[in-house]
Each structure stands twice: as C-alpha cells, then as structure tokens.
C-alpha cells in the first residue's frame, strides 16, 4: 500500500483558466476527504464521499468548484474560471471511517 | 469563529527534555480529538487520537491528554528529538469518520 496519492503536485495556471486534480486513496477506503490549505491556515474542509456519493459540501465550495468520485475509488476536483483567492494547497484524505490518512497535496498557484 | 484554536503560533524546546502543545476547542459537541504533524511540502501525517471518554492516550514519545471540562487538550513529547521538529496541528470531530476541523498549527523546534 502505498498510502494516497495526489496528481499533480503542482500547478501554475492563469487567472481564469481551468484547473482539474486527481486524488487515488488508500485502497478499500470508502470515505475520500478534500481539504484546502492556504498560507499559515490549518487545513479546511471541502467535500467529502463515502463510496461514489458525495454527502457533505463547505460553504466554502463555491459554484465553480465541483467534485466527482465516479466508481468510487480516485476523485477529481475541479475548478472553473481559477481566480487568485483560489491559489492554495489542496489536500486530499482518505479512511475506513475512523483516522484520515492525508496525501501529498496539489499546490495551485494562479497567476 | 476559531473551533479549534491553538494559541502558540511556535515552540522551541532543547532536545531531549519535553516538548508541550496546546489546544483549546470551544465546540462541545467535538468527540474525537487528533494531533497531525507536517513537514514542508507534505501532507499531514496523522500523530495519536483520543476519544472524548478518556483523558489521556500514550504512543511511545506521545501521550495527548483531554479535559473536557476547560475544553483543552495537549500534546507532550517526551524526549524530544530533532525530528520532530514540524509544525503539529490540532484537531477535532464530532465523531470519528466526520470532517475535521484544524487548528492553526505550532511549530515546534527542537533546538540541539
């Protein structure tokens, strides 16, 4: 096991672009964690599925955020139309339903 | 509002003795409390837990301790050693598969 992974690790965008990140949890995790990390912040909470269906959004997803977990095992977050409050570490988690287990995290930085 | 405050935005202890994070929480309704260590350009990596129905748990060099009552928990390291030095977050949840809700973080530096 290899513990969660997370793709790409960085990503520089222009301000109003596109951006799209992968997170592949521990396997037979069924629940799978999004959180965003800014600059001297603890980690924030997003989103999170247990299987393939999404129960719990922040006020903080905002509608050019969205998440998918298809067959329930990897996730992507996506966001639309990337604004500079956007730049931030984002963290994605993964368990059995008890401890969380973190990956590396995807660093956004829009330009 | 600040659910999960960690007042000490750093800590430098001598390695070798004892290092002592703290934290306070101000929702009651947290049931489960975590510390997390980071190092740069990593995820978190979970530390030790404890469930609201004790007040304390051991891990080797780490012990957390709850009281529930003042809504505080710490986090001791004992002996204190250059890798730990990482900044340690704080953290809780109204049950165990929940959301988490950070503190801040401390960082913590053990000094040779």
């Known amino acids: 096991d290899t513990g969660v992974s997370q793709n790409p690790r960085h990503k520089i965008t222009k301000r109003g672009q596109n951006v799209t990140f992968r997170c592949d949890p521990i396997?037979?995790?069924?629940?799978l964690y999004w959180y965003r990390q800014t600059l001297g912040q603890g980690p924030e909470f997003l989103t999170y599925?247990?299987?393939?269906?999404?129960?719990?959004k922040s006020r903080l997803l905002s509608d050019r955020f969205s998440a998918e977990r298809p067959k329930g095992s990897f996730s992507t977050l996506e966001i639309q139309r990337t604004e500079q409050g956007d730049s931030a570490m984002y963290l994605c988690a993964s368990s059995m339903g008890n401890t969380q287990y973190f990956g590396p995290g995807t660093r956004l930085t829009v330009l | 509002d600040q659910q999960v405050k960690q007042n000490s935005p750093s800590l430098s202890v001598q390695e070798g003795r004892i290092s002592i994070l703290n934290c306070d929480y101000t929702n009651s309704m947290f049931d489960y409390f975590l510390w997390y260590k980071k190092y740069p350009a990593e995820g978190p990596t979970f530390l030790i837990s404890?469930?609201?129905?004790?007040d304390k748990n051991e891990d080797g060099r780490f012990t957390v301790f709850l009281n529930k009552s003042a809504k505080h928990l710490s986090l001791h390291i004992v002996p204190s050693q250059p890798g730990d030095s990482a900044v340690y977050f704080c953290?809780?949840?109204?049950?165990?598969?929940?959301?988490?809700?950070f503190g801040k973080g401390t960082r913590l530096h053990i000094l040779p």
């Open positions: 599925f247990q299987n393939e269906a999404q129960l719990e």
């Open positions: 396997s037979e995790h069924n629940r």
């Open positions: 953290a809780a949840s109204g049950r165990r598969d929940d959301k988490i809700i």
């Open positions: 404890i469930s609201s129905i004790k």
